[in-house]
């Protein structure tokens, strides 16, 4: 049995998902990679430059300025927007 690192785990999961030339096809169209060619897998520089969960250039209370025009559900979902695209200039849109 494989280590359960997470590195390990997330360099390896797509070869373990690889279907073979001996299996049915699902798709009418063959697309890059085929088997027995490796999965191409993002590089590190994507996964760098990805935006994560929790990590906002825009604030609560950057966001909460932006919308302090609007009211009740339409504020609270013009401070979501905010927060989901990381730009204030949305406050403006809703």
């Not at 797509?14 to 073979?20: A, N, Q």
């Not at 897998?41 to 966001?63: F, H, I, M």
């Amino acid at each position: 049995m494989g280590s359960r690192s997470s590195a390990n785990l997330l360099t390896n999961f797509p070869s373990l998902f690889v279907v073979t030339d001996t299996e049915e096809k699902l798709f009418r169209t063959a697309r890059a990679p085929q088997y027995p060619e490796q999965c191409i897998l993002p590089s590190p520089e994507s996964q760098t430059k990805r935006r994560r969960l929790g990590d906002n250039g825009v604030s609560k209370d950057e966001a909460e300025k932006a919308c302090a025009q609007k009211e009740g559900q339409l504020k609270q979902a013009c401070i979501f927007d905010v927060l989901a695209t990381n730009d204030v200039d949305v406050a403006g849109a809703v």
